[in-house]
């Protein structure tokens, strides 16, 4: 115990090593000074606690933490920071050097003086206990590493925190790229590095620099998260990530991916993402590092303010085998290819922007899937292709596909929503082969709603008003008024703009619900071919929209155009549309 403001205890410039077999006290003002010759290292076999008041001068020596009774700790006497210019860790197996916590929470750094290996790993854990461990990148002009070693059945050194997060910091404060180096102090044993569930690795610089971390080639393991702060990066080997290990973009910038996700299998191949911070990563095409299918084990998050781009150009695609969790924005390529394949849940928030490029959606795997988002949801293209038929994509919210929806295997579940096939002027969604592993479920009220657009107009590409010979591919009782007249509960009521037309009748008195008489003939009706003649239909309000002969329609645009002449006459484009359930081999209506 070094007590009193005028009691120092100084090591003088021996260049051998001083060891203290119990623990070591720095109360009220007293001062430490360890030696100022090269080898004058303190080795410490108990406690180290130092008060607010007492001063320790490290002179650029080491001290080494080797008792083998159990744990050590470091503590600043009511919180505060302790630093070292090189800590070494040699225990036993199984013990640690812990940063104490509760009413006296403890930061240390190392910031080393001459570089190599400021931080040595040699034996035993180092428990951060919800503290910071602060790692200093560079100093004196000198690069600084981490080395790992161990003996036969201690090879794995561990960096953990008990009771919840603890955060070690790498940090480049000189303004250049920096990048530290994990390696094995003696190449000759098979040591690793793993970083616990509950730590928080991050790596970055201050402004005018950047600060790396090479993980050394299969060295390290993350178990806990790996965060990329503004200026950070990963360079060399990425570290292996294990089982719900997360990897955090929180750069605030724009970032291009590097080696930290950059393989689909084993170093390199993340389990959890998360971008967050305004931070917008690019994957692909135009991130410098190369283009390459994209793939993690886990879930991908997107905060707010956050973004994803796949590639501009690039025709690689990402897979995301756990959930998406979309709160900012995802971009895909403009290229064929370029799709997104989930194997969990599509979660998108109302600040979550989706931009697909008229790329794919393939959901894929052997669970199940559900698809939850703020205001219902477009896929140019989306594929049903899970491992078996029991496996379900379920709609928690509305989904809308402008280009084609595929079910190769699986079943898709509507529940009480709604799935619609679009149609506008560039073209029409279709609904493709069913597999013979896929089916559609309808469990509740939802159904399919099929457009079908109609160009009547006078514009470039149009036609004018004419008869239409039209098809229904959805069956599911409802009429001809709830569809094609849009709901209408009096003649000529237009509920919604650009879609519907007028349904007229050659009998009088009209039945419910036609819009109006038209003496040549009904402008809806079905071919009788044994007669060789045209029926028109009885009434709008009962008689049931589906039927397997079709109907000849005269369309003459959307239910706002009710006149022969003059105004509200002029055709204009519309959509017809239905609800119901679709033709599908499983499960036909």
Do not use: C
């Not at 052997?366 to 939850?372: A, E, L, M, P, V």
């Not at 579940?413 to 619609?420: I, M, P, R, V, Y």
């Not at 209408?488 to 703009?497: P, R, V």
């Amino acid at each position: 115990t070094i007590a009193g403001a005028t009691t120092s205890l100084d090591m003088g410039s021996t260049t051998f090593p001083r060891e203290m077999r119990g623990d070591m006290t720095v109360s009220s003002s007293g001062t430490l000074y360890l030696s100022s010759g090269f080898g004058g290292d303190l080795y410490i076999k108990g406690n180290w606690t130092r008060s607010a008041a007492g001063s320790f001068n490290p002179r650029t020596r080491a001290v080494r933490f080797n008792g083998t009774s159990g744990n050590q700790t470091i503590t600043r006497t009511g919180g505060g920071t302790e630093t070292f210019a090189y800590m070494l860790i040699d225990k036993s197996a199984g013990q640690a050097v812990v940063l104490a916590g509760a009413l006296n929470p403890t930061t240390v750094t190392v910031e080393g003086f001459g570089g190599n290996n400021i931080l040595q790993l040699i034996n035993g854990d180092l428990d951060l206990n919800q503290q910071t461990f602060n790692f200093t990148s560079y100093f004196n002009s000198n690069q600084n590493n981490l080395g790992i070693d161990g003996s036969i059945g201690n090879l794995t050194r561990n960096i953990i925190s008990t009771g919840g997060a603890g955060t070690f910091a790498v940090f480049n404060s000189n303004a250049s790229t920096r990048n530290i180096t994990i390696n094995r102090i003696n190449g000759a044993n098979a040591s690793l590095l793993v970083v616990g569930p509950t730590v928080i690795m991050t790596t970055g610089a201050i402004a005018g620099g950047f600060g790396g971390i090479n993980f050394g080639n299969n060295l390290t393991t993350i178990n806990g998260t790996l965060q990329i702060n503004a200026r950070g990066f990963v360079t060399g080997f990425a570290p292996t990530y294990g089982t719900n290990s997360n990897l955090v973009y929180n750069v605030g910038s724009t970032f291009d991916r590097n080696v930290e996700w950059g393989a689909t299998s084993g170093a390199g191949y993340p389990y959890n993402v998360t971008v967050q911070g305004a931070t917008s990563i690019r994957l692909n095409t135009p991130a410098i590092n190369g283009d390459a299918n994209r793939a993690i084990a886990g879930n991908l998050t997107i905060t707010n303010t956050s973004s994803l781009l796949l590639s501009t150009t690039a025709a690689n695609t990402l897979t995301v085998a756990g959930n998406l969790q979309l709160d900012g924005t995802l971009t895909l390529p403009t290229v064929a290819g370029g799709d997104l394949r989930l194997g969990g849940n599509w979660n998108r928030s109302s600040t979550g922007v989706f931009v697909p490029n008229d790329r794919a959606v393939f959901f894929i795997g052997s669970g199940n899937s559900t698809i939850t988002a703020n205001n219902g949801q477009l896929f140019p293209y989306l594929y049903l292709t899970k491992n078996a038929l029991g496996n379900t994509l379920s709609l928690v919210d509305s989904i809308s596909i402008s280009k084609e929806f595929g079910i190769t295997t699986g079943t898709f579940e509507l529940g009480s929503k709604n799935a619609t096939l679009l149609s506008d002027a560039g073209g029409t969604a279709s609904f493709g082969k069913v597999g013979a592993s896929g089916d559609v479920s309808y469990s509740s009220t939802g159904r399919f709603v099929v457009e079908r657009y109609i160009p009547t107009g006078t514009s470039g590409g149009q036609h004018l008003k004419s008869w239409q010979f039209l098809a229904v591919p959805t069956n599911g009782g409802q009429t001809v008024n709830a569809a094609w007249q849009e709901g209408a509960a009096s003649a000529n009521q237009d509920n919604k703009s650009g879609y519907g037309t007028q349904i007229t009748s050659s009998v009088l008195p009209l039945a419910a619900t036609f819009d109006a008489y038209s003496p040549g003939g009904p402008s809806m009706k079905t071919y009788l071919p044994a007669s060789n003649a045209w029926l028109g239909i009885s009434n709008t309000t009962s008689t049931a929209l589906f039927n397997k002969k079709g109907y000849l329609v005269f369309v003459r645009g959307d239910r706002s155009v009710i006149n022969f002449s003059g105004p509200n006459s002029t055709a204009i484009p519309t959509n017809l549309r239905s609800t119901g359930k679709l033709f599908v081999p499983g499960s036909n209506p």
